[in-house]
């Protein structure tokens, strides 16, 4: 298996899909998780896109 160091700049590590989009509507940007005792889980997401009439509708709460 390649170490991150020898892996291409250009290749994503992470992929986000929507239902509602086709799979690479999205590129993960950064990603932040945070877990607690008797606490949900949450993650915030910061994507990106070359789609610039991307409906949000179709994606927030998904």
Known sequence: MPSIADRAANVALYAFESAQLASDTFQVLR???????????????QLISEDPDIEFSKVVNE
């Open 31 to 45: 990603f932040e998780g945070t877990e607690g005792i008797s606490e949900p889980f949450k993650f915030k997401l």
